[in-house]
């Protein structure tokens, strides 16, 4: 490049410069649907394979594709669509009750079981949401992830108000309803958590008592 340099003189050279991103600039590949599908076979050997069980989740429904053609950002049009049919997903819980136990929300925000393909089909507890594997809870915990936000004081700062409730429940229950294309897992829409689960989620975070809160 220094050869380039002295040929050109220091302005030539910074004009080559310039150039040479856009020139190198790669388009992004076209991928072999079924090439990545054969990848993804061959690297689990024990896959479960009935229709029950993990592989659905390997099938992306029309918004994981439209997310995934959009890198996650999709234009408004589309985002909307998706929040209208994420939203008309959720199922509320029929006493009409969002706020569980939060004690059993603490314990399914520590536990990760359920969520991989090894712990299918066996079922010796209950699926757990791994909460802490994307947010801080409580300040006790130092072990927790970042890719989600901090839910600390999260019932607190909303001063536990109904609506606010409303929106964890849903939040939980579907994230797509709120936010296209969020990182979180559709924890009720993909029955990964159940229902009363979910509620006693909601109390964790909305809970005045609850350590989340304190």
């Known amino acids: 490049m220094h ?8 302005t030539g050279f910074l004009a080559v410069i310039a150039v040479v ?6 388009q992004r590949p076209t991928v072999d649907a ?13 896959f479960p ?29 589309v985002g909307d669509a998706i929040m209208a049919r994420e939203k008309a997903t959720i199922q509320y819980p029929t006493d009409g009750k969002l706020v569980g136990d939060w004690k ?16 299918y089909p066996a079922r010796d507890r209950p699926n757990g949401g791994n ?5 801080q809870l409580t300040k006790t915990e130092v072990s927790y992830g970042t890719i989600g936000p901090s839910l600390l004081a999260y019932g607190k700062i909303r001063n536990f108000g109904e609506a606010e409730t409303k929106a964890a429940y849903e939040k939980i229950y579907n994230p797509h309803a709120s936010y ?4 979180m897992p559709r924890l009720g829409n993909n029955k990964v958590l ?18 989340v809160n304190q």
């Open 3 to 10: 050869k380039i340099a002295i040929a050109l003189g220091l």
């Open 180 to 183: 296209p294309c969020s990182l």
């Open 131 to 135: 909460c802490y594997a994307c947010h």
């Open 21 to 26: 991103p856009a020139t190198l600039a790669q």
């Open 34 to 46: 079924a090439k990545v599908d054969a990848a993804i076979q061959a690297a689990f050997p024990t």
């Open 194 to 211: 159940t229902i009363e689960q979910i509620k006693d989620a909601v109390a964790l975070l909305m809970s005045p008592d609850s350590p």
């Open 49 to 77: 394979t009935a229709a029950s069980d993990w592989t659905p989740r390997l099938a992306p429904d029309e918004t994981m594709k439209q997310c995934v053609a959009n890198d996650n950002l999709p234009p408004k049009a």
């Open 104 to 119: 059993k929300g603490e314990t399914l925000a520590q536990s990760g079981f359920g969520l991989r393909f090894t712990d």
